[in-house]
Nanobody, 124 residues
Framework: QVQLVESGGGLVQAGGSLRLSCAAS????????MGWFRQAPGKEREFVAR????????YYADSVKGRFTISRDNAKNTVYLQMNSLKPEDTAVYYC?????????????????WGQGTQVTVSS
């Protein structure tokens, strides 16, 4: 069992930056790959980024590539999402998720555990 708690969301102007954190409970954190998803009002939850259990492999949605960076600290049971050059279309609730399967899994339904989400709002 893995419990996930996101933090770091907020209101930021376009072009600004935010860093999201996702703290995990449980000693098995380092055996899970981690992902970030987002969901805007009226839209489906969409994949943002994923990182392997070791942190050695990352994968990004085209819409955030070059602007967002996913990282993890297994000693702190935490995964991060550094978001730079934010755009109004990045506005959404951001969720972190854990998955045991290897590979660049981008389908939300494949993930095993989810956090409650944190709101990110980017004003123009």
């Amino acid at each position: 069992q893995v419990q996930l708690v996101e933090s770091g969301g907020g209101l930021v102007q376009a072009g600004g930056s935010l860093r999201l954190s996702c703290a995990a409970s449980g000693r098995a954190f380092s055996t899970y790959a981690m992902g970030w998803f987002r969901q805007a009002p009226g839209k489906e939850r969409e994949f943002v980024a994923r990182i392997s259990w070791s942190g050695g492999s990352t994968y990004y949605a085209d819409s955030v590539k070059g602007r967002f960076t996913i990282s993890r600290d297994n000693a702190k049971n935490t995964v991060y999402l550094q978001m730079n050059s934010l755009k109004p279309e990045d506005t959404a609730v951001y969720y972190c998720a854990a998955i045991r399967r290897p590979g660049p899994v981008v389908v939300a339904g494949e993930y095993d555990y989810w956090g409650q989400g944190t709101q990110v709002t980017v004003s123009s």
